[in-house]
């Protein structure tokens, strides 16, 4: 940290050292998988913590702010494209809790079979090690200009994964989502702490409008680039996927009862959503800034836009303010990278090596998980030192879950959809991905009629591609009508198979209940009955409680509130 005022260096470390001390001294109560994987022991206030930690981090606020510096307000859907699906987490978190799950691969198991399982877990610790290697790169770039140089993303990326390694080996999920609570807290810090010194360099609100005269960079959708199209595409590929991250097991299912999963989840991403309001605000005052100053906007990196501008605000302000900004953001980072690193060792530990090796001591499967977590970890620093930039990490990301989340809902409303099914599903719109790559496929898109009335080929960039919205328009549909076909033409699903996943999404989490196998009710706990509509169909859609229509209704209202109160914002 040589060239970083004493100050600030005071800060970072003390917030390191800190953090590393809890999370392994929270490492002291796990005695056994289950402890390391899914705790099953916290509150709502825990809860929602984890839940805005785990989907929350700092470099997503470089993501947007790239975003803002290509696109104008309208960047902000590049972390706003899960906003639409906040009112479906009410109604997936009880979902995933009453499963009684360690792992999402789990339920794959149980829903398809163990060739099912296998391929989650196998596509599951891809998009894990990927998003980690996202995260780290984000995180990279903000520290290095944050610092103006004085720590290179070089020293960075690593220095920061072997921290969470450290506490995130010794304690697991529960050390996890404790320190997840403090790292989030200074999450919110770093979502605001730069935005009132940037906004009043550039003049207010007002002083954004009249230093930026083009109107498209102020509207939060745009007739090109980042339209009503690519907002509705990218968010329904958005909600076929969150059922397929393997995280979101532990973010629904570690809390104590369903309430505790179900609110956790709807707060946590609706403060997620706010902090992504306050991260466009100071995107588009800092290109204001910019602007201002005679800058070309062209002319600058966009991934290091955030830290650069903290740089040059921050040192002035206060001392150890410029630390506190990165002790945040390092907040940000470790507090989901860690939960991602639990997920991915359970995938490997629970779904691929345990079935290979049955029958040894709990002692043993827990080593195996802190081993594999390293191992994953170091396979995300590689990724991060790989990717070009962190939007299009991002958008890597993106696609990776979609292809066997499809094949979830399908399998969680059509009891006919089978494991041909998900198999088919799943290659199919992989290879309709790849497909859609192909540049002999771009050519031939591009010479045709259709190609140019629905604009299916984008040309604004430096490679003539398929227009991204049209590509997941494409491989979704491929996944979904794959797999319906594979399903019609082989045999059903082993009956007793289906009624053992619709008992446990039926039979509500008994308070002080003991799980001793996943996916199976605790001993003494009957299957609940439940009405279901389209009743004797091979379709399967429970009739929704109140509590369920009433919190689904305000999770609406939310983010209706949210989007109204932006616009009014930006137009004061």
């Known amino acids: ?48 913590m984890h839940a805005f930690g785990t989907g929350t981090a700092s470099d997503q606020a470089v993501v947007v702010t790239a975003g803002i510096f290509r696109n104008g307000l309208s960047g902000i859907w590049f972390q706003w494209l899960w906003l639409f699906n906040t009112p479906f987490y009410w109604l997936i978190a009880p979902v995933f809790r009453r499963l009684r799950a360690t792992t999402t691969s789990d339920v794959y198991a149980l829903r398809f079979g163990p060739s099912a399982s296998v391929l989650f877990a196998v596509v599951g610790i891809i998009g894990l090690s990927v998003k980690i290697g996202l995260l780290l790169k984000g995180a990279g770039a903000l520290i290095e200009s ?55 360099s550039a003049g207010g609100l007002q002083g954004i409008r009249s230093t930026l005269d083009d109107p498209q960079l102020l ?65 588009i ?39 506190l900004f990165i002790a945040s953001l390092l907040a940000g980072i470790m507090s989901s990278c860690d939960s991602m690193m639990i997920a991915a060792a359970a995938l490997f530990t629970e779904n691929l090596y345990r079935p290979l090796a049955r ?20 396979g995300g620093v590689i990724f991060a030192f790989r990717i070009p930039s962190v939007v299009a990490a991002l958008k890597t990301w993106l696609k990776i879950a979609p292809m066997l ?23 199919a719109g992989f290879g309709s991905w790849w497909l859609s790559t192909q ?17 299916l080929i984008d040309s604004s960039g430096p490679v003539t591609q398929m227009s991204e919205p049209w590509q997941i328009v494409f491989y979704l549909s491929a996944a979904a009508v794959a797999g319906i076909i594979a399903s019609l033409l082989t045999p059903p699903v082993d009956s007793g198979r289906i009624r053992r996943f619709h008992e446990l999404i039926r039979t509500p989490v008994q308070p002080g209940e003991v799980i001793t196998a996943s996916c199976h009710l ?14 004797g169909t091979s379709f399967e859609f429970p009739s929704p409680s109140r509590m369920s229509i009433i919190g689904f209704l305000l999770s609406w209202v939310a983010v209706a509130f949210l989007i109204l109160s932006f616009k009014w914002v930006m137009n004061q």
């Open 405 to 427: 989340g499809v094949g979830f809902w399908m399998g969680l409303f059509w009891r006919r959809f089978n494991l041909a099914g998900l198999w088919a599903g799943t290659l």
């Open 1 to 48: 940290m040589n060239g970083l005022p004493i100050a600030d260096v005071a800060v970072i470390i003390g917030y390191l050292a800190g953090i590393t001390w809890l999370g392994v001294y929270l490492g002291r109560r796990v005695r056994r998988d289950s402890d390391f994987f899914m705790p099953r022991r916290f509150g709502k206030g825990m809860m929602m």
């Open 522 to 535: 605790p001993e003494g706990v009957e299957p609940a009955q439940r009405a279901v509509w389209f009743k």
């Open 285 to 323: 005052a800092a290109l204001a800034w910019y602007v201002g100053q005679g800058t070309d906007p062209a002319s600058i990196n966009p991934d290091e836009v955030y830290g650069s501008i903290a740089a040059e605000f921050l040192p002035r302000a206060f001392p150890g303010l410029l630390g």
């Open 439 to 455: 540049a002999s496929v771009v050519a031939f898109l591009d010479s045709t009629a259709l190609g140019d009335s629905l604009k």
């Open 219 to 283: 509207t939060l959708v745009a007739p090109e680039g980042i339209t009503p199209f690519f907002i509705a595409t990218f968010s329904v590929l958005s909600l076929a996927g969150i059922v397929a991250q393997p995280f979101i097991m532990g973010v629904c299912a570690a809390g104590r009862t369903e309430m505790d999963g179900r609110f956790g989840f709807v707060a946590g991403n609706l403060i997620k959503r706010v902090c992504t309001a306050a991260w466009a605000v100071t995107g």
């Open 359 to 378: 029958d040894r001591d709990e002692s043993h499967y827990l080593l195996v998980g802190r081993i594999i977590s390293v191992a994953i970890v170091i």
């Open 146 to 200: 944050g610092s103006n140089g004085a720590v290179s993303a070089g020293v960075a990326v690593p220095a920061v994964a072997v921290l969470f390694v450290l506490y995130g080996v010794a304690g697991g999920l529960g050390a996890a989502i404790v320190t997840d609570y403090v790292q989030g807290l200074l999450t919110i810090v770093f979502s605001f702490m730069l935005l009132p010194w940037v906004l009043s």
